[in-house]
């Protein structure tokens, strides 16, 4: 069964970077139309996806974080990694992995995919 | 960015049905992508319930069902359960802002 497990720093300090690996277990990354992702929760923006990653190495990231995010794969393809550079307070949050599935078997339209495995999350703070 | 609207909370007694709304625009739901729904146990994950919009994973009850409709969504709770108690989050992709995005969220409460 495939299992998502989120690890990194608990505390970050304004304007450093956040990074976050995802360990995958009870699966391969290496898929065809499976994306790899993130997505965060605060309470005063509640969910909101961060980025996603293909084996291949084709990522795609919210334009809202303006830039900020760097996904990356494992060299051992058994992780994932995030890095979300000169954050700030609005970047407190419980961040979470997840596997992206399409809803059309083969299928790769982004926009059809949904998360349908999630890691248990891990709380950041963005503080000095 | 929620730019999927949900009433912030809904209620019903045990072996009630509810219907959960979900929001969207000309350029999400109305645009015909996918609604996906998620329920979220407090202090836990977000766990999928319906996919596509009608499709439930294995290991659902059948006592949730989605559908959708022009620019909104729903999500049907039939014979509410105590273990129904959580938020509720419907997905969807945004073609404007090029990101999937999710609604401001529910929460159920069993009375």
């Known amino acids: 069964q495939l299992q998502l497990q989120e690890s990194g720093p608990g505390l970050v300090k304004p304007s450093e970077t956040l990074s976050l690996t995802c360990s995958v277990t009870?699966?391969?990354?290496?898929?065809?139309?499976?994306?790899w992702g993130w997505i965060r929760q605060s309470p005063g923006k509640g969910l909101e996806w961060i980025g996603s990653i293909h084996y291949s190495g084709t990522t795609y990231d919210n334009p809202s974080l303006k830039g900020r995010v760097t996904l990356s794969l494992g060299t051992s393809m058994i992780h994932f990694s995030l890095k979300l550079t000169s954050v700030t307070a609005a970047d407190t949050a419980v961040y979470y992995c997840?596997?992206?599935?399409?809803?059309?078997?083969?299928?790769?339209?982004?926009?059809?995919?949904?998360?349908?495995?999630w890691g248990k999350g891990t709380t950041v703070t963005v503080s000095s | 960015q929620s730019v999927l609207t949900q009433p912030p909370s809904v209620s019903g007694a045990p072996g009630q049905r509810v219907t959960l709304s979900c929001t969207g625009s000309?350029?999400?739901?109305?645009?015909?992508?996918?609604v996906h729904w998620y329920q979220q146990v407090p202090g836990t994950a977000p766990k999928v319930l319906i996919y596509?919009?009608?499709n439930r994973p294995s290991g659902v009850p059948d006592r949730f069902s989605g559908s959708k409709s022009g620019t909104s969504a729903s999500l049907a709770i039939s014979g509410l359960q105590g273990e129904d108690e959580a938020d509720y989050y419907c997905?969807?992709?945004?073609?404007?802002?090029?990101?999937?995005?999710f609604g401001t969220g529910t929460k159920v409460t069993v009375l």
């Open positions: 009870g699966g391969f990354i290496i898929d065809a139309t499976t994306f």
């Open positions: 596509g919009n009608t």
């Open positions: 997840a596997r992206l599935r399409n809803t059309i078997s083969g299928g790769m339209t982004q926009t059809h995919y949904y998360m349908d495995v």
């Open positions: 997905q969807s992709y945004d073609s404007s802002l090029s990101v999937y995005v």
């Open positions: 000309s350029s999400n739901i109305g645009a015909g992508y996918d």
